[in-house]
């Protein structure tokens, strides 16, 4: 697999060839992989494998309580709204999970970071649920020229925490992305957890997209929430 573009030209004077998916990039982890990462203080390792994707290659994440990634990989960072980007979404498959003992789902997010000084802007996936059996998609969608305020209607919010991290407006941040990824919090406490991830990708809106219209909260129960070093954090 490459990574997958809607069209091919010469791109900053790199020729990219793949499948035709008009407006879209896709991370598919069998090249390109310079630039992914774990995410959150989640312990989280990394480890490319070179089968068990959907198809081919993929990355697998391991944490305890929970875990994270982002990519800041060639092609997959700027300006979203110039590269017509109005979505995020993602494979995922699970390897090892364990619930709490109420069996509810764990939660996950996906985020989008100006530079490594600002807390990043995030939304909740919905109806999050994924299984050992096959992978699922799951996706967040965004609109670049949204105010706060309507990024906030949309589900969006930026996570701050106790420390020098600064902030900066939903708009600039999608015109100058620095870093996407994801997280996984919920899963049970001090349980190790494995997920593979495959098909990291950024394009256009389509349909029959769920979304959540509600800020995002932050477990009380976690004693270490997903961001690094911070052990608390707030909505701003």
Request: charged share 15%; net charge neutral.
């Amino acid at each position: 697999m490459r990574i997958l573009a809607g069209f091919m030209s010469f791109v900053a004077g790199v020729f990219l060839v793949g499948t035709a998916v008009a407006g879209s990039v896709v991370l598919t982890f069998d090249v390109n992989n310079l630039g992914t990462s774990t995410w959150g203080t989640y312990n989280t390792t990394k480890q490319f494998e070179g089968e068990g994707g959907n198809p081919g290659a993929c990355v697998k994440f391991h944490g305890i309580g929970g875990l994270g990634g982002s990519f800041a990989n060639n092609g997959f960072t700027g300006d979203f709204a110039a590269a017509g980007f109005t979505r995020i979404s993602m494979d995922i498959k699970t390897v090892q999970w364990v619930l709490r003992p109420d069996n509810s789902n764990p939660k996950g997010y996906i985020f989008a970071r100006y530079d490594d000084a600002h807390w990043p802007w995030c939304k909740e996936i919905a109806d999050f649920d994924p299984v050992s059996g096959g992978y699922r998609t799951y996706s967040v969608d965004f609109n670049p020229g949204w105010t706060d305020a309507e990024a906030q209607a949309n589900g969006w919010a930026v996570v701050t925490g106790y420390g020098d991290g600064a902030t900066t407006s939903f708009g600039n941040t999608f015109h100058h992305v620095h870093q996407t990824g994801f997280w996984v919090q919920g899963v049970s406490d001090g349980a190790q957890c494995s997920v593979l991830v495959d098909n990291w990708k950024l394009g256009p809106s389509g349909q029959g997209v769920k979304t959540i219209q509600k800020p995002v909260k932050m477990d009380p129960k976690r004693r270490v929430q997903p961001f690094p070093v911070l052990p608390r954090s707030q909505i701003k």
